[in-house]
């Protein structure tokens, strides 16, 4: 879709964010598209709604409920009762998780056992009126949803949670009923319609529903929780059941689902319930400090900040508000920061993610996990750096035996341009870790063929099976297909033309260790030359020939999800056409190039819309921008090489190298360019 401005209607620009959003698009985006809406008319319905809703989604509850009103504003300036019920139902959603995040009145007083200062009173009574009205204006919201069909089962259902609160058994059991005549599989309502059956006492007719419940669902475990079944669930599920039950206001029967999970035997292999354990604790305590337990609460909260962290990723909106709560009873405690910040950063609420890092980092320094993301917060947000690679080293310092630690600390190196030299005597001192991973085993074998060793990156290559990996297509093949044209190309520079054209054929072929195949489209003009010049040296004039005009006559190339027309292979091409006698036809191609390059140079970079998943989007941020200057720059270095400019062709490597030390194909043409110079 073309940016927000060169849009003409609100219609299109909400519709184009409802898209992006519906398939999670990775580089494009919907709020831009709503934003634009709203600029131009502050009171749109449908994209105040879908900005309410993208707040809510991210646990901005304040900001959600300015866009909800506003869409609501719009909806009933002539209609009290709108045909749209859907901003009523998420205003009451954000409305409730407020009142779920105001703190107990216990919980501010710092030493269990003291009775409230007056200023604390106060507060507590303001607290407590606040959450009246947030309760009074989140059953206003729901009932107001209820009057639009497509939103009534939804809004009945969360109006009888609220009457469980209140213990209106009559009126929840009402607005129950009501929920499952316009959908009889809601599941959630069928079950909290047995517990309200059970508090009148109507024990028949709870069990008949059950029966009846799990005919239709055998695998619902709120009903199974509530028929006896033995719950044998993961401790995800039992988390999820606790907060249905504690909307509903049953907070000890929550806590007694809970309290039987944290006893539960390990089990064998892992399942969902790994790095559960600190969220079941934090959980519990929030819902004792519900239930006015204050003491109880905070031994709970002691007790997640001791439990194992690894793998602990909170991802419910309900977790804020506990995780808040936690640091609130427990200031001391270093984990519940961490993982709120975690969940946080998810949401792209990245700075508050920081700051609350940066509080855990504080409280335990020997953490490594924070470090690690505080150095991808402070590169890719704060864009500093220097704060990042000081992280980075003291996460790897905290635990020297993490491979992932020992890459990802490599790859920010990549982008600060650390030396290879230097990359690659760092590398080398873990080989044990290096063999861990793909991806550090493929750097390595990069660092090898940048400094001049292929040999070594060879046997590392064979040496291996890969498995291709979400962002990493095309490594493996690309270091092989390097190795073997340096290797064949010393070969040619000893006399040994045999030996030069066995190399640059396996550059052509794709061995099963490197688990990946060539992209149809993708450009081999750089092997296909290599194999005419070896076939010339052995007197093979038709061989020659033949490779030089597969290499002279590819058109494009195949590069990060698009069909370029120019590439660094372009100078593959135009050496062929040369090779073959066609001197015009090189010199126009080098000169079509080199115009190609000095545009491409000028030009603004962007993220090609498909382009979803390339090896420079995997961790760190990327400069589009001056990665696309400086692959102008190393095409304008080949064009001006093949046109015979050597100086100036000379001075560009050099740039290009000075701006990416890392940077293959300008290291591989300054070897060739300057053979007694070693790669720095």
């Not at 898209?19 to 494009?28: N, S």
């Not at 009889?184 to 029966?211: F, I, M, N, P, Y």
């Not at 991806?439 to 660092?447: F, H, Q, T, Y």
Request: with cysteine.
């Amino acid at each position: 879709p073309p940016p927000p401005a060169r849009i003409a209607s609100n219609d299109e620009l909400y519709l184009t964010a409802l898209h992006l959003e519906q398939y999670r698009h990775a580089t494009r985006c919907p709020t831009l598209y709503w934003r634009e809406a709203l600029r131009r008319d502050p009171f749109d319905a449908r994209c105040n709604n879908a900005l309410g809703r993208w707040h809510l989604q991210r646990g901005e509850f304040a900001q959600a409920e300015g866009h909800f009103r506003r869409a609501i504003e719009r909806l009933t300036r002539r209609n009290p009762n709108p045909y749209d019920g859907e901003p009523f139902y998420h205003l009451g959603l954000c409305l409730r998780y407020q009142a779920d995040a105001l703190p107990k009145p216990e919980f501010r007083n710092p030493k269990p056992g003291r009775n409230l200062k007056s200023e604390d009173r106060d507060g507590a009574a303001k607290e407590a009126l606040r959450l009246s009205e947030l309760i009074a204006a989140a059953h206003g919201a729901f009932s107001k949803a209820a009057w639009n069909q497509t939103w009534a089962s939804a809004a009945c259902y969360a109006l009888a949670e609220l009457d469980c609160h209140r213990a209106d058994w009559a009126a929840a059991l009402e607005h129950l009923d009501r929920s499952l005549r316009l959908d009889s599989d809601h599941l959630r309502a069928r079950d909290l319609k047995a517990v309200v059956l059970r508090q009148l006492g109507r024990e028949a007719d709870a069990g008949t529903l059950l029966r009846q419940t799990l005919a239709l669902d055998p695998l619902d475990w709120w009903a199974r929780q509530l028929a006896g079944d033995a719950m044998t669930c993961d401790a995800q599920t039992c988390l999820d059941l606790a907060h249905d039950l504690a909307r509903a206001g049953f907070y000890a029967d929550a806590i007694g689902l809970l309290s039987a999970r944290r006893t539960g035997a390990a089990r064998d292999l892992p399942d969902q319930s790994l790095g559960t354990a600190p969220l079941v604790e934090y959980t519990l305590g929030w819902l004792h400090e519900k239930l006015g337990d204050a003491t109880t609460a905070r031994a709970c909260y002691r007790r997640a900040a001791q439990r194992q962290p690894h793998y602990c990723f909170p991802a419910r909106l309900e977790e804020i508000a506990i995780l808040e709560s936690a640091m609130w009873a427990n200031p001391q405690d270093a984990r519940a920061p961490y993982y709120l910040g975690n969940l946080l950063y998810d949401r792209r609420r990245h700075d508050e993610a920081i700051a609350l890092w940066e509080r855990s980092a504080r409280l335990d320094p020997a953490y490594s996990v924070v470090w690690r993301n505080l150095g991808i917060g402070y590169f890719n947000v704060r864009r500093q750096p220097g704060k990042a690679r000081a992280a980075y080293e003291k996460a790897f310092r905290a635990t020297p035996d993490d491979a992932r630690l020992l890459y990802e600390r490599d790859q920010l190196w990549k982008r600060l341009r650390v030396p290879p030299r230097r990359r690659l005597r760092e590398l080398e001192q873990y080989p044990s870790l290096v063999r861990q991973r793909d991806d550090l085993s493929i750097e390595l074998c990069a660092l090898y063929n940048q400094t001049g060793q292929p040999a070594k990156a060879r046997q590392w290559l064979d040496s291996r099976r890969f498995q291709p990996w979400e962002g990493g297509e095309g490594q493996a093949l690309g270091q092989h297909v390097r190795t073997h044209l340096a290797l064949g190309r010393r070969a040619l520079a000893r006399g040994e033309p045999t030996t030069a054209r066995d190399h640059f054929e396996a550059a052509l072929a794709s061995p099963m260790n490197l688990g990946e195949a060539r992209h149809l489209l993708a450009n081999q003009s750089d092997i296909h030359y290599w194999l005419g010049v070896a076939g010339e040296a052995l007197g093979d004039r038709a061989a020659a020939r033949r490779h030089w005009h597969a290499a002279a006559t590819f058109k494009g190339d195949f590069q990060e999800m698009k069909i370029r027309a120019f590439s660094e292979m372009t100078w593959f091409s135009a050496r062929a056409w040369g090779r073959l006698g066609q001197h015009r036809r090189m010199r126009k191609l080098l000169r079509e190039l080199l115009a190609y390059a000095q545009t491409l140079e000028k030009s603004k970079a962007k993220l090609e819309y498909f382009a979803t998943s390339l090896p420079t989007m995997l961790l760190f941020d990327d400069d589009l921008q001056s990665r696309q200057e400086t692959t102008a720059l190393f095409l304008q270095a080949q064009a001006h090489l093949g046109l015979g400019d050597k100086p100036k062709a000379r001075r560009l490597f050099t740039t290009v190298l000075k701006r990416d030390p890392n940077h293959a194909l300008a290291a591989d043409a300054w070897a060739d360019l300057e053979p007694t110079e070693s790669s720095s």
